[in-house]
């Protein structure tokens, strides 16, 4: 199983920070894990505030450490705090619980790495990452069919909106 390259990571952040400034989003920091938790580009927009790396990078982790996106993360912490609360003390890495992860996956659904974003709200993160996976030429969870998402034990996301319009 291959991992996410340099060129994809940098060009999902890129392209992540392109729909942000479409969305006239607030400053915005982006992180993109390889499948393996490690991290492989990071860059934050002029203007976010500090400790961006690390809540980005937790929202990443969390979403890489159960192949869910990290608003589906949170919801299990709901659902399932004890779980979550052994898994963050076992875990070689931060667990942040909001949503603004995704999982990045390759044309077949192999998770290749994840992304983390975080300066506007949780659905303008969530928006602002899936685009930028697209338009990087790799795909998120949404983008495949039901069929193909059983096979892939994908999670379905409820679906996301822009809460500014």
């Known amino acids: 199983m291959r991992s996410i390259t340099m060129d994809e990571a940098l060009a999902v952040i890129l392209k992540t920070f392109e729909k942000a400034a479409e969305m006239e989003a607030y400053a915005l920091a982006a992180i993109v894990l390889d499948n393996g938790g490690r991290v492989k580009a990071f860059l934050k927009q002029d203007g976010a505030s500090i400790m961006r790396f690390e809540i980005a990078r937790g929202k990443a982790f969390g979403a890489l450490a159960l192949h869910r996106t990290s608003r589906m993360v949170l919801e299990k912490a709901r659902e399932?705090?004890?779980?979550?609360?052994?898994?963050?003390?076992?875990?070689?890495?931060?667990?942040?619980?909001?949503?603004?992860?995704?999982?990045?996956?390759?044309?077949?659904?192999?998770?290749?790495?994840?992304?983390?974003?975080?300066?506007?709200?949780?659905?303008v993160d969530d928006i602002c990452a899936i685009e930028g996976i697209r338009r990087a030429g790799l795909c998120s969870d949404d983008d495949f069919t039901p069929e193909e998402m059983k096979r892939l034990n994908i999670k379905p996301n409820p679906k996301l909106k822009d809460p500014r319009t």
């Not at 705090?81 to 044309?107: S, V, W, Y």
Request: net charge negative; aromatic share 4%.
């Open 80 to 123: 399932k705090p004890a779980f979550m609360e052994t898994l963050r003390e076992i875990a070689d890495g931060p667990i942040f619980l909001e949503a603004g992860g995704q999982i990045i996956r390759d044309a077949n659904g192999d998770v290749i790495g994840a992304i983390g974003v975080t300066g506007d709200v949780n659905e």
